[in-house]
C-alpha cells in the first residue's frame, strides 16, 4: 500500500503506543517529539525572565521569537500578524474585545449555526452594544455552509462574518476562498475558525486572504496553545488589551496582555520541524527543504492522501450499515473531507457506542461538541449529539481495521 511510511511517522510521537488506538484526534493529537523536546530543553536551561539585558535572558527571548515565527510561518503570516494565547477561545475573545469600538451600533454580525460556540458567543456579545446579530444556517441536509446561505444575511450593514473552513462535528470541508471573496465584495471582514482543519490541510492566510483566522496548536502536533492571525492594518487599528504604556511599538504583544507562555511558544519550531521531516522522508531526502511554504505544503497533501486511505474503510462501512446516519460529506474524498467522522445511529443514544470500544482500547467519543447550535438544528441532544471518530496522519491502517470490525460489531 502506498503512503506515508506509517513505523516512523508513529515514531515520532512518544504518546503513541500499540496497545491504545486514538481516534479522539479532533479533541486534541499527541505532541511531536521535537515539540517535546524543546519544552524540556527550554525549562531545563533557561526559565529566566525575558527581556533583561545578561544573557541568558537575551538567548530566551530569542526562543520565544523564534517560536512566534513558527507560528507566523505555519499559516504563511508574518510574526506581528500573529497573537498566541492559550486556547482559541481566548484569541477569540482576544480579537472581539479588541474590535469592540470598530463595529458599532446599527451595524450587523454574521455567525453560523454550525461552528463550535468559540466562533460565535464571542461575537454574539456585540448584541449588548446595539449590533444585530444574524445567522447563516447550514444546510440541514447536508450539514454545510453554502453560498445561498451566506446571501440570505449579508448586506452592506454587515462588518464582520464569523464561520468555520472545517466542521469539527462533521468533518466537511467549506470552500473558505470563495466565502471570503463574497464577504469583502460586502465590505465585511471575516474571521474563519481553522481548528478542525489546520490538522489535515494546509493553513495559507495569504491565499485566502482573510481577515483573521485562528487555530489551537495543541490539535496540530503542538503545545496547549493557539494562535490568531489578524491582518497588518486590523491590528493596527483595533483598541489595546495590555497596559496603557506600552504604545504601537509592543506590536501584537499589546493583543496578548500576560504574555505568551514562554517554553510552549519556544516548543512552536517543533511543528514546522515534524511537517518539514515528514516532507522530506516522503521524498527520500536528508535535509528539509530550507523554502518552508513549498514543504509545508507538500507535507499536508501527504497527510490528506495518507488520511483519506485511512478514513475510507470506515466510511465504507457507516455508509453500509442501513441504521447510521453518517454527517457530512458522504465520502472519504479528500478535496470534501477531512478525517473527522460524524454519525448517529437509529433507536440508540450516541453515549452508549464509544462505550463498548473502550475496552477494546479503542479510543473515541460522543457529543456535540461545542457545535452545540448544530446539534440544536438538527434534534441530536436527547440521544447525546453524534458518535465522533476522527483520524490524525499518525494512525495507523492496523487501527483502523481493529476500529471497523469493533465498530461493525457495535452497530449490529
Ligand atoms: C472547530 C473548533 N473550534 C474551536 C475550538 C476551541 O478550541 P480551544 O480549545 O483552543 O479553545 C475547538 C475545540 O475543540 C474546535 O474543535
Known sequence: ?????????????????????????????????????RVTDYMSKYGVQLGASYARSVQAGALVDAGKAAAAAFVNASPDEVILSGSSTQCVRNAARALRELIR???????TDL??????????????????????QFDRDTQALTMMGLERVLDSRVKLVA????????????????????????????????VAYAPHRRVDVQALDTDFYFLSLYKTFGPHQALLYGKREHWDRAKSL????????????????????????????????????????????????????????????????????????????????????????????????????????????????PAMLDAQDIAIRYGHFYAHRAATALGLHANNGVVRVSMAHYNSHAEVARLVKALDRALS
Request: aromatic content about 8%; hydrophobic content about 45%.
Open 115 to 136: 461552528d463550535h460556540e468559540c466562533n460565535i458567543g464571542a461575537w454574539r456579545e456585540f448584541a449588548e452594544a446595539g449590533v444585530e446579530i444574524r445567522e447563516w
Open 163 to 194: 464561520f468555520t473552513h472545517c466542521s469539527n462535528f462533521v468533518g466537511g470541508i467549506h470552500d473558505a476562498k470563495s466565502f471570503v471573496k463574497r464577504i469583502h465584495d460586502a465590505g465585511a471582514l471575516s474571521c474563519i475558525d481553522g
Open 242 to 353: 495590555n497596559h496603557f504604556f506600552l504604545g504601537d511599538e509592543a506590536g501584537s504583544y499589546r493583543f496578548e496582555p500576560g504574555n505568551v507562555n514562554h517554553e510552549l511558544t519556544a516548543s512552536l519550531p517543533g511543528i514546522l520541524e515534524h511537517l518539514l521531516a515528514l516532507d522530506a522522508h516522503v521524498r527520500g531526502v536528508a535535509q528539509p527543504d530550507a523554502d518552508v511554504q513549498t514543504a509545508l505544503s507538500r507535507a499536508y497533501d501527504a497527510i490528506a492522501q495518507q488520511e483519506a486511505s485511512l478514513v475510507q474503510p470506515l466510511i465504507e462501512l457507516l455508509l453500509a450499515h442501513q441504521q447510521v446516519k453518517l454527517m457530512g460529506p458522504q465520502t472519504h474524498d479528500a478535496a470534501k473531507r477531512v478525517a473527522t467522522v460524524g454519525f448517529t445511529v437509529q433507536g440508540r443514544d450516541s453515549a452508549g457506542i
Open 105 to 111: 451600533p446599527g451595524d450587523a454580525i454574521v455567525v
Open 1 to 37: 500500500m502506498s503512503g506515508l511510511d506509517t513505523p516512523w511517522v508513529r515514531a515520532q510521537f512518544p504518546a503513541l503506543d500499540d496497545q491504545v488506538a486514538l481516534f479522539d484526534n479532533a479533541g486534541g493529537s499527541v505532541p511531536a517529539r521535537s515539540v517535546i523536546t
